[in-house]
């Protein structure tokens, strides 16, 4: 249920509505807009609305909410939620693009790609170091030495970082490195780890499960929210589909509904999405014409030698040529970036 309030309430109106939900044991999550103030309730509401039959004072209306997500769900928060991280801001008119290797292999590589990101204006630099990987033989990762490396790239230029947690331990390890954790796509239904992730204070950024639906995902978001932590990022990466010439279905109509059913930002995976480097660039356009909040694109200093998922990887050339071509869009989107 949410609990509209009338643009005339006073604080007194609202501070005595909260009041009267804590004692029925439900909790409050309030929403200042600019004219108008909503007080989103989540638990069972049937001994409030026993107790308070009548609409309270400064009330417009009381409007129920089918969805199972509540926090992560628009009518509980109709503006679009903005993640500040030291100045880079993730949401609302803003425009992001986050871009490294698949998996953080050594320094040097993160220094380069690093160099990389900068000269495409990208924010934010990605880089795996928990490597959640189809076969136990492929390389699992570098772990903590792998976030250190992510941790200087930091420090030496002025990037934010994200990187994959795949434990409890690993969000234990990432939490005095990384600006934003990353779920991937096989853990967005591991409710111990988006648990464990809502109980931090790090923006967390969601991907999508291989074969998940929207109102899962959004569930799923709802796990993290629920346990304090409302900064989170929706990532669609593609779907499991019968097409085998890609590696995954990018499902760009994601982003609409997402931003009709929820205020979280959706940043858009092309490069995990398609398997392949040469379909990046157009659904990059794609996605930043779709609505996309901002890109996750994988980049490699020699694709050729990469670890992981090198035939998807762009090289610094490519990537600044791209972030080249996606700036007009950008623009003609209305985005800052
Ligand atoms: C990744 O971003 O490195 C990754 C493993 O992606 P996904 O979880 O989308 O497969
Ligand atoms: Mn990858």
């Known amino acids: 249920m949410i609990i509209v309030m009338k643009p005339t309430s006073t604080e007194a109106d609202v501070k005595n509505i909260v009041n009267k939900l ?32 009548q609409l309270m004072p400064g009330v417009e209306k009381l409007v ?3 969805e199972s997500y509540k926090l992560s769900n628009k009518k509980f928060h109709p503006e679009p939620t903005v993640i500040d991280i030291d100045g880079v801001k993730i949401g609302g008119d803003n425009f992001v693009i986050m871009a490294g290797p698949c998996a953080v292999e ?22 795996g170091a928990y490597k959640p990987r189809t076969s136990p033989y492929s390389f699992q990762g570098l772990e903590v030495d792998g976030l250190k490396y992510m941790a200087n790239a930091r420090k030496k230029y002025g990037l934010k970082i994200i990187s994959e947690v795949t434990s409890n331990a690993a969000i234990e390890a990432a939490k005095g490195y990384v600006d934003i954790i990353q779920i991937g796509a096989r853990n967005m239904q591991n409710f111990e780890l988006l648990k464990t992730a809502g109980k931090t204070n790090i923006p967390v950024m969601l991907k999508r499960g291989i074969s998940a639906t929207i109102d899962e995902w959004l569930n799923a ?7 304090g932590n409302q900064n989170v990022i929706l990532c669609e990466r593609g779907i499991r589909t019968y097409e085998t010439s890609t590696r995954n279905t990018l499902d760009l109509s994601a982003i609409p509904v997402v931003k009709s059913k929820s205020h979280l ?12 480097r040469e379909y990046v660039a157009p659904l990059a356009k794609a996605a930043i014409a779709a609505g996309a909040d901002g890109l996750m694109i994988e980049v490699h200093p020699n694709p050729a030698i990469a670890l992981s998922d090198g035939p998807q990887s762009l090289n610094p050339e490519d990537f600044k040529k791209l972030c080249g071509e996606l700036r007009p869009f950008i623009e003609l989107m209305g985005r800052k970036f």
Request: charged share 20%.
């Open 22 to 53: 804590e004692e029925c044991g439900l909790k409050a999550h309030l929403s200042k807009g600019e004219s108008i103030t909503i007080i989103g309730v989540v638990g069972d509401k049937h001994i409030f609305l026993e107790k308070n039959p």
């Open 221 to 227: 978001a709802e796990y993290i929210m629920s346990e």
């Open 265 to 276: 930002p959706i940043i858009v995976d092309p490069s995990h999405a398609t398997g392949v």
């Open 106 to 127: 050594s320094e040097q590589q993160m220094f380069e790609t690093a160099e990389a990101v900068l000269a495409g204006g990208a924010q934010i630099l990605r880089g």
């Open 64 to 66: 129920h909410v089918s």
